[in-house]
């Protein structure tokens, strides 16, 4: 975040969701917000991390998601920004069991590494590979590519 800021390079976070229960929501929401609210600098986006390997119940996912989100958006109205965007990142193989509302997110991002697994539903993003390469940063890096219809400035905020 601190060299971001210093660069004024656009920034969005994320969280994996790996909570099961309301307590876990409440906690683990809260650690994401205070993670971020200790740097004292804001993301243009919030971005909640559904994995395959979450492991809540299909079932549960679309509770959990929006639980976990609403109490990210208290903590931000009461500590922080106000008003913050959130986004999904969404494991295509799960995709259709989750049935999220899909629609209500600023974007969706969807991984599927390799050109045999470039989304067929509906995103905004695709991450295609875990092993790719940029100058001036060593080792593998996430490389992505807009899908729909957002323009860049969406996602950079100019």
Known sequence: VKGAVEHDVPWHTYSFLYCLTDKEVKRDAALFFNTVYDQGHWPLFWVLDMEA????PDKDVPKLAEEFEAELRYLASKNGPGNIRVAAYVAQQKYYDWALDYDHYAYMWIPGY???NKPKMRCDMWQYTSTGSLPGIGGNVD???LMGTKPLSFFTGR
Request: aromatic share 10%; glycine share 20%; proline share 0%.
């Open 53 to 56: 390997e979450w492991g809540a």
């Open 114 to 116: 390799g050109e045999k």
């Open 143 to 145: 490389l992505n590519v």
